[in-house]
């Protein structure tokens, strides 16, 4: 068990987001959680990575309690997530924005900075390195020195998940990666979230992309008005009459066959 | 001055005399009183042939970072024989220790501040100092009004009125005078009328104020129309014909103490005032005066000199006794500072009056 | 043959440009972070007073009161960078220019240790006491056929030069490392910074810090080389003069506050001339400046073209590191 | 005597708060802190001296000029030192900060050499006219500006809220592409806006020259810094924070000389706000917008 | 209806559009489809006025309106949902649609406010609530529902269904119909290519800022060519 969401809440004023959610994402899989707009998925991130703090509930992470930390201590930990409305370094070229995401896998401070020590030159070589190995790894390789500003969206989106894979988490939240793309850059999506999880990363994903998530996902959860309605392998979920109809809808189903 | 220039064959003595003086910036009325002062006297001079002046006049903003590049450029690039100014204390405090060290004499017309002329052998003014001129005006108010009760406004984050201040109280706390209340106030303040509220309630016999006269008019003006009737008492910052100006009739029972009196029945005097009204359209303050007197003073001790050289004219500088100027008689003490008698005086009618 | 080129005037001039782009330094460091902190002239002030005071009372030397006095802003920048971490944009900037305005204020009604408004004067020269000290060895300028207001000038004009050159080469060799790329991120985008592992509480509080210690340090200098301070010294204009160094030079780069202290500075000098007018033309100059070049007098693209113009290739991670600096 | 110092702070209190009024239109708009509101405010007080005093012209006269003329510098100001830097790229986002600096250094520097430096007497016969209540005296200026002042603030918060060109102001105060994809003429809104600020500022500099007699080049700096921390007080682009703030600031200065020490009358602004936005990052009357 | 003619547009020193020209006949809808950063967004704000093309002309209902500022275009008729929602986030939903019907004068925008609040029903729900505290899909409802209200003859919906929930999806493209039944012209940039052209009469297809396919939407949907090359294939 990777995460254990225990009976999470979270208000905004009179508002409840969300309500007694739990559900656990075991180590390697992808879980997959969806629901309509407004169901408090996003929200979800933001707790676990402690953007918010609960109202009231649990989130371990491997073991660990992990409310009320501070959200880079939650990176460090190994939870590292991306933005529903993609949030890079504007003015930082791709690789430097990868370079940060290496921030809390490095050491070295002001002096050793300042007078440029041994280690600390080892490091930044290192450092150099592995954010080429990532954007490589993305389908970035020959953007490296292209400021990020002035990447097409379906390529700041992969630059994002190089960045958060920077910090070598161990847990990677992905919100809606595939929003505004076509199917072709989709299916390179696909590809990407495969090979991620090959590499013994667990992802919590949210997607309104269907054909996406259920091709993806061993599990998902589904929210609905920041209450959990159902639990389970995609082929459960697509036969779930209360997710079909909160969510999914029949008339369309063909589409997403 | 180069060498060539300072002695031309038997004829007059040639000096470039620097002048740094506050031009730009809030106080740049003093500044202009004292150039305008300055250039009155020039003229004359000149036109007398004893000696040759020629003026270099710097701007210093009121600043002492700019005071002290401005004396730089002029003790170096400039090679000036004299400098006068800088127009405040704080800046002499900067700009002086600094002519000292290059062996310039530097000759202040308005640092009024104590310890002034003892920065060093090089550092003198002609500027009655507010040690002399605050006790002066205290003594006769006290004689004049009975005073027992007094309350002191100042404005706390100014050096000039801050240290005018301090003499105040020093003078007030030796004449055993009781102190209500010290009030302070600040730079662009434009509402005093909280304090002067303050004042009223206490009910003192006197008020004695150190501002400047900008600031100092506009509180009189507030505290006559909440109905302070009591004098005031000013230093040297308060004492201009400009109080009258801003103030109007509330300026009526303004008591200072003066170096310079321009209704003086003398014919230097008169001269000065109607060729100063003519020339720049209102008549003297006492800054305008005394950087007038100041040339004068400089101009003689280069004659005694003889010479355009920096330490001949400090040593005909520090030699000067009984130079009889529109300010009356003038003496540099053994430290270079002022020995006269102050002139008290009060408005009354819209006017300045001799206080007796 | 030196004697002749070494004008006091100059050096003097030199100097105050010296201090100032220390100072404009230290407002981008705060900046660079993306926090915009008006405090940096109470700072200056903090480590003037401290200094001035330490080596007026005490006799203690010049260096022990410009080691102090640093020290001490720095403190104090701790001490304002994590209450104030909460603040953002020009909420910050009119706090922080309200702390100022505060000490500013202390240092006028403290009067029994500042003397108020009067200011304190006799503050040991730098220059001279180098002099002093020398001559104690037996030393004389003459000796380099100097006068002795030249060789002062040309010592304090040597210290601040080494004092500015190492405090850029520290702060762009920190640019250009983690710790710079932390800062890039923090003043981009805050929370995704922190989703990204950065302790966003320790750099902000240490970029503020920084700047604190820079100007505190700044100030002890200037303290040191007018020998004379007073309140009115580190007040509001202070605080906007150094802001706008850095954003008219350009406030992305170190070199921009480097330019515009060196500009802004020696502007009103080439304009005495004009005395009565330097000042609207200055207010003029910003203007413009700002309408033609918001972005300031250097940013990153000239940087690139004048390193394209004066190295010849073979760089290894040029963009990253041109972009931090 | 404590009515009168209560009555001496909310006339203080009012014009802060006019002044105040001005900065949060502005900043509203086009979140920018107009550094050279003081100086306008100081030019508005110049007009009304020159009008009075030099030319003898009536009061509603010198109302009148100190209005055209400060909109004409609101305009200008628009027009020369903001509008440049809009849509700009690259443009830091302290640019039109430091421009608006530069434009309140040059126009103190103006003043100097139009009018002269040093204080100008504002004499008119309306400022002379009082009451007297028991031992208190009250000049009608105080009441005067007292009524302005709320008057001000009751117009600006309903123009705000309820008129459809607030609304439009507001929408462009938040982005300006959308505002102008929903209709709004973004180029006349802002213009307007800094307009109808900078009257204000000249509105409130008239007052204060009638109130206290004293008009210098020098009088924008201070009002202008009580002002900043007004808006901050009352939180930023609040209308009737702004009101409240700048009464408040205008009580506790007063009662600071009355109980406390007037040397610490000048700090009195800031220490408020250092201690209000510690426990209130948006301000007393702030509303917290997350992003 | 509208008539784009070889416009050429920039962002700063990078040339982003190609000498682009298209066509909207009145009543119809049309699809511009095309692979992340082909230029659609760029066409769009160039249309809507945001962006100065520096060659070529737009025509709309037989008037040049190169040029134009966003807010002249949006009276002529013209209204843009932008990519990115643009929500008004410091201001209530309410006001966000007020803000909709900014430059109308009728009195019918009472009444039209409540017509959108029933087609969405969650706007209602949140009507005091700050726009900047919705969820991503609530956001793009208000943007949908704000420029409906502002009762464009030719309205620009860049990627309307972008971050939508499936059956909210289903929903938009029904209302859009819907808008267009009612007389409405509509321009889509969409990358759920399928439906659009389902719903659509005509399509144009962007590569790199160039126009590289035109013709009816049937006629795309069913060219392999194109489905292949610039939509992909339909996934399993
Ligand atoms: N800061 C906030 N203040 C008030 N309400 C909020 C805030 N943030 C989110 N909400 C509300 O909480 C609910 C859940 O929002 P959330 O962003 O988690 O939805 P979501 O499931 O991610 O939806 P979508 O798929 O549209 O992105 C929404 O109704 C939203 O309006
Ligand atoms: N503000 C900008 N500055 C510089 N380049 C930009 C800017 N906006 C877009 N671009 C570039 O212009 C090109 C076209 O962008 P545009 O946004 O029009 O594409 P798009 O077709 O809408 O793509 P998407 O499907 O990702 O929305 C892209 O290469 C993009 O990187
Ligand atoms: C101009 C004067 C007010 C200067 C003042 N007397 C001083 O010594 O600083
Ligand atoms: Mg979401
Ligand atoms: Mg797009």
Redesign the pocket.
Known sequence: MVLQVKKACKNFGGLSALSDVSFSINQGEIFGLIGPNGAGKTTMFNLITSMFTPTSGEIIFNEDNINGLKPHLITKKGICRTFQNIRLFPQMTAEENVMVGEHCRSKSGVISSVFRTKSQRKEEDRIHSKANELLEFVGLGGYAEVVS??????QQRRLEIARALASSPQLLLLDEPAA?MNETETSELFHLIKKIQEQGITVLLIEHDMPLVMRLCDRIAVLNFGKKIAEGTPAEIQNNPDVIEAYLGSEEEDLYA | AGDEEGKSSGGAVKADIGVISYISGPGAAYGEAITNGLKLAQEEINGKGEVEINLVIEDSAGKQDQALTAAQKLMNSENVTGIIGPTLSTEMNVVGPEADLNGVPIMGTSTTAEGIPQIGDYVFRNSLPEALAIPAAIDKAIEKYDAKKVAILYGNDDVFTKSGFDTMKKAAEEKGLEILTTETFQKGQSDYNAQLTKIKGLKPDLILASALYNEGAVIMDQARKMGIDVPFVGGNGFNSPEVINIAGDAANGLIVATPWYGEKEDDKVKEFVSKYEKEYGKKPDQFAAQAYDALYIMAEALTNAGEADRDALRDALAEIKGFNGILGEFSFDEEGDVVMDPTVLVIEGGAFKEFN | MLAELINPYYLQVASFILINIILGVSIYITLSTGQLSLANAGFMGIGAYTSALLTLNFDLPIIVGIFAGTLLAGLFGILIGIPTLRLQGVYLAIVTLGFGEVIRVIFVNWESMTKGAVGLSGIPHMGREILNTLRGFGFDPKILGLQNNQFVFLAIFLILLVATISIITFFRRQNRSRVGRAFAAIKLDEKAAESMGINITYYKVLAFAQGALVAGFAGTLFAHVLAYISPADFAYHRAVEILIFAVFGGSEVIWGPVFGALFLTAMPEVLRFISEYRYMIYGLIIIIMMAVRPQGLIDVNILNWVKLKTSRRGQKHGTSSQKSM | MLIEQLINGITLGSIYAIVALGFTLVFGVLGIINMAHGEIFMFGAFIGVVVTSTFKGPLWLAFLAAILVTAAMGYMLERFALRPLRNKQGVSHLAPLISTIGVSILLENLSHHIFGPGNHPFRASFAEISFQIGSITVYLVQIVIFVISVLLMYALSFWLGKTKAGKALRATAENLETASLLGVDVKRTITMTVIIASAMGGIAGILVGMAFNSVTPQMGLSIGLKGLAIIILGGMGNVKGAMAGGLILGLAETFVVVYGDSGYKDAIAFVAIIVILLIRPQGLFGQKISA | MLKVNGINAF??K?Q?LKSISLEVEEGSIVTIL??????????M?TISGLLKPQAGSIQFQGQDVTGLRPDQLLRKGVALVP?GRQILSGMTVLENLEMGAYHRKDNEIAQDIKNVMERFPILEERQKQLGGTLSGGQQQMLAIARAILSKPKLLLL??PSMGLAPLIVADIFKIITEINEAGTTVLL?E?NARQALKISDYGYV?ET?KMVAEGSSQKLLNDPRIMEAYLGRKSS
């Open positions: 500003d002035s990447l097409a969206y379906g505004g | 962002y700063g990078i982003v095309g692979a992340n950063g082909a230029g659609k967004t760029t066409t704000k990519e860049d990627e940039v990358q962007l800022g």
